[in-house]
């Protein structure tokens, strides 16, 4: 391979080998997780998890004037553990902070003084999802008890005082899993979501409403909606009392309300007004004074903001410059929400209605901004590829980085990624981590595999009982799909996947052929192991992706890669957080340890004080290095192929 060439100021260089301004160090350091935007009367606040802070996440209030200044003291740190996944873990009420603590799973009150004490009284409890009883001076949310000598863990919704002295109070137990007490504007109803085992919330909720006595209890409980094949999604009451909720009983989870005993359609579109519940305190949409309704939804890989007025049944959407919506809150004057777009990151919008102004109080990069970034960044095409099952959609990332161009009928090397849930889906929100390989010459193609969510509970559908095959061929047709068109070199194609995405990954590699290199990151590699061990949350959902364990142990063995290393004939590299209780160490380590038997490049990297996903800069930064270091050595190396 000949020098690196100057020409007309762009160097000459082979994809993949590009120098880039993205280091890792900026990518890890330079981005922050927002989380939970809330609305205390016209104040406005939201939690930003800190990589530079040890993964501490911290509340931050905006002041009227734009300023923020953080709420959480250290060592404190906002973020609760129920389901694992967390969220929800704050509720503000004129300035009085309650939140639940990481370290320790209590709920706290934090007053004006700025000093959190506890008020939760359980022992080894965890507390999220939380709403005021004004009326009774308590707080009402959902409580995961794990307390119990035989390891059980029990979910609850429970009313905790709010001046932590006279204890807790059990509400409503009995199911498997809560989520979302809303208490009705009078104080009389209290509304909440319930599902049971084998269900995860976007399979089947159940809606229930119950009269609140003077005396705190809940009576005459009654479902509303809801089924174990209907999912239910934010309920909310609205100002005049009636009970507003997403269902996504015709296919697509759309607004419904529920009055005078009768449940009514409020809006209908072929769109997707819900999101997946893997944390808690997501919401879609939320009433303005006169009624009409603030809301987003989610159709063709793109989020909408509109408003809808019942009265006429128009949906007018807005104009505004992003493609990706969550959190969304509403006041009289303005709504606020976390977005991105392909040119923005995530960040924390406002956005007024008269006169109509959009303001971002925080982003959780400012580094996209500068000059020498600008120039690498590479913006998403969505595409529609075609597959036997019918389309699959994806996001494409072609290489950029102004100072570099390859050398002429080169093709890049592809990074293909399968997305984490694995009901999730692709973002098209401007991602550094994305970045930091397009800018070094690596092409990227995020997919949506059949499974994924935004296109309606058909294509959820697909991967019911088809997990390990139908997101692999999926993944596997989209990546042929670019080949042909000649937008990547066949020869070095790799795939790369968080947790449920590693998992795919590593079928990808076991069970097939096309790609050439791999990155596991917390994957699983023993579907029997992660039936065992893993947490109550998902502890039954590989009935719905595999099937029943362990009366169909033969179909969790045929589709565990670790049973079938023999097959593999690839380099991986493994990436692990020692304290996931999602996917335990002991997966990632059994493959390893296969795979070293067979003397093939393999690379296993432990990352301590990590969870399920790393939130430590340090380890962000040594996590990117590591699988660049093993793609280049094997997949550029100075230009050269398998």
Not at 153 to 180: K, W
Not at 218 to 236: D, L, M, R, T
Not at 385 to 405: D, K, Q
Request: hydrophobic share 40%; proline share 6%.
């Amino acid at each position: 391979m000949l020098p690196d060439a100057i020409c007309c100021g762009v160097t000459v260089a082979p994809f993949g080998s590009w120098r880039s301004p993205i280091a890792s160090e900026l990518v890890a350091t330079a981005a922050i997780k927002l989380v939970d935007v809330l609305l205390d009367g016209d104040d406005i606040y939201w939690v930003e998890g800190r990589p530079n802070e040890e993964g501490r996440f911290v509340l931050v209030k905006c002041e009227a004037g734009g300023t923020t200044h953080d709420v959480t003291p250290p060592p404190f740190s906002a973020r609760s553990k129920v389901h694992e996944y967390g969220g929800g873990a704050v509720l503000i009420d004129h300035g009085i902070v309650f939140f639940s603590n990481f370290a320790d799973q209590k709920l706290y009150r934090q007053d004006q003084s700025g000093i959190p004490r506890p008020i939760s009284q359980a022992s080894r409890c965890r507390y999220a999802d939380a709403a005021l009883d004004a009326i009774r001076n308590r707080v009402i949310c959902v409580r995961e008890d794990h307390d119990r000598a035989d390891g059980v863990v029990i979910n609850s919704i429970v009313a905790v005082a709010c001046n932590g002295i006279h204890g807790e109070q059990v509400l409503i137990q009995g199911q498997d899993f809560y989520s979302n007490p809303r208490i009705s504007p009078d104080g009389k109803c209290l509304a909440w979501l319930a599902w049971d085992h084998p269900n995860l919330p976007w399979m089947g909720t159940e809606l229930w409403v119950g009269m609140i006595r003077e005396t705190g209890e809940i009576e005459k409980p009654v479902q509303i909606a809801g089924s174990a094949n209907e999912s239910i999604f934010q309920p909310e009451w609205s100002p005049g009392g009636a009970l507003y909720f997403v269902s996504d009983r015709t296919g697509w989870w759309n607004l419904y309300r529920h009055r005078e005993e009768r449940v009514e359609v409020v809006l209908a579109k072929e769109a997707e007004f819900g999101q997946p519940q893997w944390v808690f305190g997501m919401a879609t949409y939320g009433f303005l004074p006169d009624g009409r309704i603030i809301c987003s939804y989610r159709t063709t890989g793109r989020s909408q903001i509109a408003i809808f007025s019942e009265l006429t049944g128009h949906l007018l959407p807005l104009d505004l410059p992003y493609t990706e919506i969550s959190n969304l809150r509403v006041s009289p004057d303005f709504l606020i929400f976390q977005g991105g777009a392909p040119d923005k990151p995530s960040s924390i919008v406002k956005v007024r209605f008269e006169p109509r102004t959009i303001e971002v109080l925080k982003q959780s990069t400012d580094i996209a901004g500068r000059p020498e970034i600008r120039t690498c960044l590479s913006a998403p095409v969505f595409m529609e590829l075609p597959s036997p099952r019918g389309n699959i959609y994806a996001w494409y990332y072609a290489p950029l980085n102004h100072a570099f161009v390859a050398p002429p009928e080169e093709l890049p090397p592809l990074i293909v990624e399968s997305h984490g849930g694995p009901t999730a889906a692709a973002t098209s929100t401007l991602d550094l981590r994305t970045q930091y390989w397009t800018s070094r010459g690596y092409a990227v193609l995020d997919v949506d595999y059949g499974g994924s969510t935004g296109y309606g509970r058909d294509y959820r559908n697909r991967l019911r009982r088809g997990w390990g095959i139908v997101d692999v061929e999926d993944c596997t047709e989209a990546a042929r799909f670019i080949v042909e068109n000649k937008k990547a070199d066949p020869a070095r194609v790799a795939i790369t996947g968080r947790s449920a995405g590693g998992y795919t990954t590593l079928c990808a590699l076991v069970f097939g052929t096309f790609f050439k290199i791999g990155a596991s990151h917390y994957g699983v590699g023993d579907l029997e192991s992660l039936a065992r061990d893993t947490h109550k949350f998902e502890s039954r959902y590989l009935e719905w992706l595999i099937g029943s364990y362990p009366e169909e142990k033969e179909i969790y063995q045929a589709r565990s890669p670790i049973h079938f290393t023999e097959k593999l004939s690839v380099p991986v590299i493994f990436l692990q957080g020692e304290e996931d209780r999602i996917v335990p160490p002991n997966q990632a380590e059994m493959m390893v340890n296969a795979i070293r038997t067979k003397g093939l490049a393999v690379e296993y990297l432990l990352f301590q004080n990590e969870q399920h996903g790393f939130r430590i800069a340090r380890n962000i930064a040594r996590a990117l290095d590591a699988e660049l270091s093993f793609y280049s050595s094997l997949m550029v190396k100075s230009g050269l192929r398998f």
